[in-house]
């Protein structure tokens, strides 16, 4: 969806998917819309403008090997607001028997999780997201990921 032209602060808040209460031109996340960081703001920035979608992940697998551990490696694209962005990677929750753990790099656009499983032979499946905020505080979060790792040994 985009914001019609002409357009009004209730189709902008609309499109951005928040209350038009209270509401202002200078609020960061019509800026982001806009893509007016500092200065005047109109409604005329925002016409023809999309909030996008929500960010996605890649790299999301499943694997059966013999080690007790498997690393996959992850990054996740950002298509909405205005860079930079940060990024914060959490695990959902996991299923399955045994135990694993992940670790690496959480606040970049790439990140890296390691799964161990013990004892093992085991399967374990970790969801994984992502909640991405670009330079105006406006902030979208990930479809969960599956990364399912079974250890033959």
Known sequence: MTVPTPCSLKQVAAELGISSANLSLGDSRIR?????LSGPVGLKQCEGKSAGGTPSIA?????????????????????????P?????????????????YSGSTTSKSATFIIEISPH????????????TDSLGASKESGANTCAYTCTA
């Open 121 to 132: 032979p085991q399967t374990l499946s970790c969801l994984i997201k992502c909640a991405v």
């Open 85 to 101: 962005y940060t990024y914060l990677w959490s695990i959902v929750s996991e299923t399955g028997a045994g135990s694993g753990f």
């Open 59 to 83: 790299g999301a697998d499943s694997l059966t090997d013999a080690p007790s551990a498997h690393t996959f490696a992850l990054s996740v694209t950002e298509n909405f607001g205005t860079a």
């Open 32 to 36: 982001a819309l806009a893509g007016v």
